[in-house]
């Protein structure tokens, strides 16, 4: 992105927590700092604050690029957390002791699991935030794992085709109804200056458009970075709502 651009979020024609319509008597309040959430009241902002506040990032006007470039210290970050990961799946697959039925308990309490708790992304790709410290310690790590993992990804993106292409993707590739609606031109601008809401919407869309976009390249072999991401999607996946996945199993 060569200069500052200015995006604003379409408004909705109603109040997203009450479902009032905008009129003439109502119009609607937009969230000072994403832009992209919208409210009849300051009472209905204030209600859904507890579950916004995870998926609030700046999005600010003109948008400011803080990009970042690909490295060899990247590199490095994103395999090492591959690794940590990969070592987290072959417990879960391969670990004998743990009874097919008990599988999904004994996951979260696996000691390569929760060694996840002490791991540290070197600086500058460590991420600090306070909604990031309310989380539980192995958890925390997989997002920070998320942010890395997009960091990386736009980091590679280098030619006014393959941004086009990330766009298209962003816009185009639905995810579920609870997670973040991902404003593209941010995630591809700022792309280490996202919400935990945002990141966990952008680890379920690249999954999902993983395939799409192979085809598009003229192969249906999967690159170290799909694997990467589906390994931890199937392990976050499995945080947020245990069950049997024969990856990881």
Known sequence: MSAPITVIPTAPSECEICGEPEGRDVQLLRCSTCKDRFYCSTLCQKIDWKQHKKNCSLLPVPLVPIPVSPSAELTAEVERAGAALERVADAWHYDETIPSAEKNGAKLQHATFKSLAGYEVAPPFNWKSTQLNKMAAPNR?????????????????????????????LKDTPVSEYLMTIVPEKALARPGELSIGEYEALQQLVGSSSFPRRVRRGTIDASPEDGRWLS??????????PCLLDYVT
Not at 155 to 166: F, Y
Not at 232 to 241: E, F, K
């Open 232 to 241: 931890l999607a199937l392990i976050h996946m499995q945080t947020v709502r």
């Open 141 to 169: 790590t997989l997002h920070v794992f998320m942010r890395l993992y997009w960091m990386d990804t736009v980091s590679r993106v280098q030619t006014d085709a393959s941004r086009r292409e990330w766009l298209t993707t």
